[in-house]
Nanobody, 120 residues
Framework: QVQLVESGGGLVQAGKTLNLSCAAS????????MGWYRQAPGKQRELVAR???????NYADSVKGRFTISRDNAKNIVYLQMNGLKPEDTGLYYC??????????????WGQGTQVTVSS
């Protein structure tokens, strides 16, 4: 099992910056990717950003150029720097970790979520 603990959410005005972090513990060996998803009220959970072992990243089109994901492999912490926040970025942000490799998912784990609210 992998436990994920998020921190850093809050209420900010549009245009400001928030930084999220997520610490993984437990069976962290074999984590293939870590990332952030978000869910707005009445909408499905969606990928925001993901970082894979080796450093390659994926971003939702809506956050490209504004958000940056990074990972401290030694500490098993993933970060999400969110610049230029918009009201549509509001949602519950979940940390995700996947154990396995590009061809096989051994396990997928979720944090409890941290609320991000952007006021206009």
């Amino acid at each position: 099992q992998v436990q994920l603990v998020e921190s850093g959410g809050g209420l900010v005005q549009a245009g400001k910056t928030l930084n999220l972090s997520c610490a993984a513990s437990g069976s962290t060996a074999g984590i293939y990717s870590m990332g952030w998803y978000r869910q707005a009220p009445g909408k499905q959970r969606e990928l925001v950003a993901r970082i894979i072992n080796g450093g390659s990243t994926n971003y939702a089109d809506s956050v490209k150029g504004r958000f940056t994901i990074s990972r401290d492999n030694a500490k098993n912490i993933v970060y999400l720097q969110m610049n230029g926040l918009k009201p549509e970025d509001t949602g519950l942000y979940y940390c995700n970790a996947v154990r396995g490799n590009k061809d096989l998912v051994v396990g997928a784990y979720w944090g409890q979520g941290t609320q991000v609210t952007v006021s206009s």
